[in-house]
């Protein structure tokens, strides 16, 4: 697989009827290594291992209803009260980031009510933080690390 602009994180493979399956810690089982797999597997283990999400707190490939039509977004993380806060919208490397990837994650948004979201294909990271007044995001330079909230 290609080399992403992420830190390098240990995965455990295996082989199945010729296809490389790669070892989902947070759903718990191997799947199929695609390019868009191998994005988001690094990029849920970068928010867990440098932005110190809880691994409580990340969800992979969460299953939405909108429109009536099944969805799922690939990365999923809560706040600490179990609400959305982040969603994490990844394409294969070879996939160009475009309007069109903005316009899915928005449409997921307008369900999910997150605060931030992040488009990537291993590549080239997009960060926004939700400007629900203006019905806008904001670009960042980064994504904030994780701070737990209390009441």
């Given at each position: 697989?290609?080399?992403?602009?992420?830190?390098?994180?240990?995965?455990?493979?295996?082989?199945?009827?010729?296809?490389?399956?790669?070892?989902?810690?947070?759903?718990?089982?191997?799947?199929?290594?695609?390019?868009?797999?191998?994005?988001?597997?690094?990029?849920?283990?970068?928010?867990?291992?440098?932005?110190?999400?809880?691994?409580?707190?990340?969800?992979?490939?969460?299953?939405?209803?909108?429109?009536?039509?099944?969805?799922?977004?690939?990365?999923?993380?809560?706040?600490?009260?179990?609400?959305?806060?982040?969603?994490?919208?990844?394409?294969?490397?070879?996939?160009?980031?475009?309007q069109?990837?903005?316009?899915?994650?928005?449409?997921?948004?307008?369900?999910?009510?997150?605060?931030?979201?992040?488009?990537?294909?291993?590549?080239?990271?997009?960060?926004?933080?939700?400007?629900?007044?203006?019905?806008?995001?904001?670009?960042?330079?980064?994504?904030?690390?994780?701070?737990?909230?209390t009441?």
């Open positions: 697989m290609i080399k992403l602009n992420l830190p390098t994180y240990s995965f455990k493979f295996k082989s199945k009827e010729n296809k490389t399956l790669i070892f989902d810690k947070f759903r718990k089982k191997y799947v199929v290594l695609t390019p868009e797999e191998w994005v988001r597997q690094h990029f849920a283990y970068f928010l867990l291992e440098e932005k110190k999400y809880p691994f409580s707190l990340i969800s992979v490939e969460k299953q939405l209803i909108i429109n009536n039509l099944k969805k799922r977004s690939d990365i999923l993380v809560f706040n600490s009260f179990g609400t959305p806060e982040i969603i994490v919208e990844c394409k294969a490397p070879s996939v160009k980031i475009s069109e990837t903005f316009d899915q994650i928005a449409r997921y948004n307008l369900k999910l009510n997150a605060n931030y979201l992040i488009v990537t294909n291993g590549l080239q990271h997009f960060y926004c933080q939700m400007d629900f007044e203006n019905e806008t995001y904001i670009f960042l330079k980064e994504i904030p690390d994780f701070i737990k909230k009441l």
